[in-house]
């Protein structure tokens, strides 16, 4: 990939910091994510799979409620070093299937994709953080 994905990842952090649609899209689905697991998680413990869907509807509401993680995101994904930057370009390339920043532009254009976009960041910067 070598310095080719400089340009595609400064475009990527404009469109990130600029974009209101994606901005709405991503209210709480970080911390939504990891609330609905957590609780999902402490719910079978103490009651079983009901216990398990319980705690996860419970967690998904209280993530929903409480978070802007999307603003976290995107300080983490300024901060990456070279290497993890070619991660998370290379999955967004892979997601839009094209290299082309038009395409990427075109690809957050709707609503379903804006949402798979912001969960495939998500699931990078989360697979960067524990050393992946």
Request: some cysteine; overall charge neutral; aromatic content about 6%.
């Amino acid at each position: 990939m070598g310095m080719a994905f400089i340009p595609y990842y400064n475009q990527l952090m404009t469109i990130l910091e600029s974009n209101e649609e994606l901005k709405k899209s991503a209210k709480g689905i970080f911390k939504q994510m990891a609330w609905a697991a957590g609780c999902t998680a402490v719910g079978g413990i103490m009651l079983g799979p009901p216990g398990a869907m319980v705690g996860g509807v419970a967690g998904s509401m209280i993530g929903y409620l409480c978070s802007d993680e999307y603003t976290a995101m995107i300080k983490v994904l300024k901060n990456l070093n070279e290497e993890d930057k070619k991660k998370v370009v290379k999955a967004v390339q892979e997601l839009v299937g094209s290299s082309s920043i038009e395409a990427l532009t075109r690809f957050i254009g709707n609503q379903v994709q804006r949402d798979l976009f912001l969960k495939v960041l998500g699931d990078v910067v989360g697979e960067i953080q524990k050393g992946g």
